[in-house]
């Protein structure tokens, strides 16, 4: 396993994979790596990919006073899980390699989808998400992108974005890895006290509440949205940032719960922010 | 001479070039083609490049009340030109093509240079001409596009736009061809009538007069502004839209001009407005 810090170098690997007959699947990460993004590893490598990880604390995506300098950094750990997978290079490159223009002047934005779910909880965040993809991809020219459900309206962002620009690249969205008693995995749950990741259980509860009341027939958007939100309300500790049912495509809010649609959960548990969701039916 | 409309075609011709050791030059227009057109598509061909030219009315970069609808269509005429310059293949896509999802969600943009000089009196106009040429190098995947100096400040964008979203794309610009007159060629001089035809000639005065003064010593940038606006000023039926000395890269006014800085104009003949520019020293 090769790792590399240059644009030049992770382009170079890319395109002698692509010469010789293979096909390039980027992982883009940020690193803390767990189960959940060895899935989207190990999902690529079922594929016949030849499979590039980054690993980048993308700046651009954190707001004032988010986490970005406190987001775990365990760069050593990451790169032995990821040569025990068979990754063949690790992309790590420093913040000036993304951005070599210092505060980059060119931004990507999918309008109306950012402004949306997270992006409205987080103005910017999908700006920043939406531009260093494109980056990446750029940079890596893979055929396949591989990223997870939990992440559910970063995958509408960036499915609309690819779709916008025309970019030669296949999402390939990955589902939810959850711990054995039901925590979707995240990089940010080693941020929960003991006390908070016992809490935190209320939003697999509150997703599996809504599953379950559109799986009874109940098909009133506000009615299943209101089965998780007395999940995420009823828990000490936790503080509801939203419960939505949208259409997955456009993250707009659907009145009538169809097959397809997407329950989606974010909460405040302490200091953390964490999301969850479902696609119903 | 291949003439294809779709995405599709145009990236498996790229990509087959690409197999076969070449490199694709795309030559992006919208039609309407003259000498200025072919001198990029030749200069290409000096570079050893196969060559893709794209002929797209981009209706994203005309703002409401320009001349989207009225902008010249020659695609017979275009074709036959290119065909004389062994162009190996015309990309021609509708609307729907460069645009299927509709109205686009995604843009991009280059925040502070796409307000300045043809931004700040057309505004949208460089989002619009970033995400089309986005997705034209999407499609295409060059390793060169050539771009004319006429449209200065399009290209101090797009450069921009490729360092930061490190497209892997080279950008070559050529110098502007003129009318034995003096006149810059352009796809709006067929607007004018034989009156304006001779009015026009006013910015090629304009710019000849700011660089005499910067050779005469000249280093106000002001100064060497005024040199070429009065040129303007004083043409009958000509009115002025900007006279600006600026840094290329950046779009932004120097006080101080040096060699390599940007004197640009853009004036109105008639309901015609049209461009015209010099690099000094």
Redesign the interface.
């Known amino acids: 396993m090769r790792v590399v810090g240059t644009?030049a170098e992770l382009?170079e690997w890319s395109r002698g994979v692509r010469?010789a007959g293979g096909a390039v699947g980027l992982v883009p990460t940020m690193g803390a790596l767990h189960e959940g993004h060895l899935s989207l590893v190990r999902e690529a490598e079922r594929r016949g990919d030849r499979v590039a990880v980054s690993v980048f604390v993308n700046p651009t995506q954190f707001g004032p006073g988010e986490d970005f300098e406190r987001y775990p950094r365990t760069f050593e750990a990451d790169c032995a899980m990821l040569e025990r997978e068979g990754v063949e290079v690790v992309f790590a490159p420093g913040v000036g390699e993304?951005?070599?223009?210092g505060a980059?002047?060119?931004?990507?934005?999918?309008?109306?989808?950012s402004d949306r779910l997270d992006g409205a909880s987080r103005p910017g965040h999908f700006r920043g998400v939406?531009?260093v993809v494109?980056?990446l991809f750029?940079?890596s020219?893979p055929e396949r992108a591989y990223f997870g459900q939990k992440d559910a309206a970063q995958v509408a962002v960036l499915r609309?974005?690819v779709?916008?620009?025309?970019?030669?690249v296949d999402l390939v969205v990955c589902p939810i890895v959850r711990e054995a008693d039901g925590l979707a995995m995240s990089s940010r749950n080693r941020y929960l006290s003991a006390e908070e990741r016992g809490r935190a259980l209320a939003l697999s509860r509150a997703v599996r509440a809504g599953e379950a009341a559109f799986r009874a027939g109940e098909r009133g958007a506000e009615r299943v949205a209101d089965a998780a939100r007395r999940e995420l309300e009823s828990a000490p500790g936790v503080r509801v940032d939203y419960v939505a049912v949208v259409d997955w495509a456009t993250l707009e809010p659907v009145e009538r719960v169809e097959a397809g649609c997407l329950l989606a959960v974010a909460a405040w548990v302490g200091q953390t922010r964490l999301l969850d969701n479902a696609i119903l039916g």
């Open positions: 644009v382009r010469q993304m951005y070599p223009a980059a002047a060119t931004f990507v934005e999918v309008a109306g989808l939406a531009t494109t980056k750029a940079a020219e609309r974005m779709a916008d620009l025309l970019l030669p």
